[in-house]
């Protein structure tokens, strides 16, 4: 799966997930960061959403930045060498 297939509603509902996982490991108390992605209220899911967009946004970015810096120099092995 690449970047441009991840939705921005998924990474926000899987970071969200991983978030709530991880939170006893990091001494979070228990009241508010057991609550599922469905008990979460609207407005802060549109929030995670965005915040998952722009994310997704700058990685595709940055993939075809580093993508294009390269796509002129030769693969190891493959250079020819001369005047």
């Not at 469905?38 to 995670?48: F, I, L, T, W």
Request: proline share 4%.
């Amino acid at each position: 799966m690449s970047i441009q297939e991840v939705s921005a509603e998924q990474l926000a509902e899987l970071f969200h997930h991983y978030h709530q996982a991880l939170a006893p490991d990091f001494g979070a108390s228990a009241s508010r960061d057991s609550e599922t992605w469905s008990d979460v209220p609207q407005q802060e899911k549109s929030r995670m959403v965005a915040a998952a967009r722009l994310a997704l946004l700058e990685l595709h970015a940055r993939v075809d930045s580093n993508l294009h810096s390269r796509r002129y120099f030769a693969k190891p092995g493959e250079a020819e060498w001369g005047c």
